[in-house]
């Protein structure tokens, strides 16, 4: 199945020669030393960079589910809202303190995930993340991809994905354009979605 464009991110994927870390030198205790003081620094930076997404990470969660009480009357549809960073590309994760890598303090997100009843070949997956950076910026993440269940069904197949890095001050605006947007996008691909699997007049609600 074609899928439909995806957005253009602002986001390129680094590679561990993106990143200039320092090797570190002195004795194996000087090392070791140096070693605890990142986690220890890296451990308080999350708890901070938690309290900071709290918010963000409440609408995120509110939206998905949302998102989720809509899509459940679609017909033949099975709905699920869980925890879940799957909008945040792998290369963008967060990674443990002194290796390679952009530092990312705290992530979190929700997917929604609808599957085709009852004999579960399709699936339609939504997800949104929030990461806290350096600098007092933010980055969203959210993506929607479709699944062929199967055994002679395709595997995931990407149908949209956007990533935008903000700053903190911006983030409430940025966070409910992307929910909006992702919205527009899972009916666009939930079409196609129903005329893959015989339905060829789906119920779509409109966003609100």
């Given at each position: 199945m074609p899928g439909a464009p995806k957005a253009a991110s602002d986001v390129s994927a680094p590679t561990d020669r993106s990143w200039s870390v320092p090797r570190r030198s002195g004795s194996l205790e000087e090392r070791l030393t140096a070693l605890r003081d990142d986690e220890s620094q890296a451990r308080a930076l999350?708890?901070?960079?938690?309290?900071?997404s709290v918010d963000h990470v409440a609408v995120l969660a509110q939206g998905m589910e949302q998102l989720g009480s809509d899509l459940a009357v679609w017909p033949d549809a099975d709905v699920a809202?869980?925890?879940s960073i799957m909008a945040v590309p792998?290369?963008?994760?967060?990674?443990?303190?002194?290796t390679p890598g952009e530092r990312v303090h705290f992530e979190a997100g929700t997917a929604c995930s609808v599957t085709q009843q009852p004999d579960q070949t399709h699936r339609l997956t939504?997800?949104?993340?929030?990461?806290i950076l350096d600098g007092q910026q933010l980055r969203?993440?959210?993506?929607v991809e479709t699944t062929g269940l199967a055994?002679?069904?395709?595997?995931?197949?990407?149908q949209w994905r956007t990533a935008r890095t903000i700053p903190a001050a911006e983030a409430t605006t940025a966070l409910a354009a992307v929910l909006?947007?992702?919205r527009e996008q899972v009916d666009r691909a939930r079409k196609a979605f129903d005329q893959r699997?015989?339905?060829t007049d789906p119920t779509v609600v409109p966003a609100e």
């Open positions: 999350r708890e901070r960079a938690k309290e900071v809202v869980h925890r792998p290369q963008l994760r967060s990674r443990e303190p002194g939504a997800a949104a993340a929030v990461q969203l993440h959210a993506m055994p002679d069904g395709n595997g995931p197949e990407e909006e947007e992702m699997h015989g339905h």
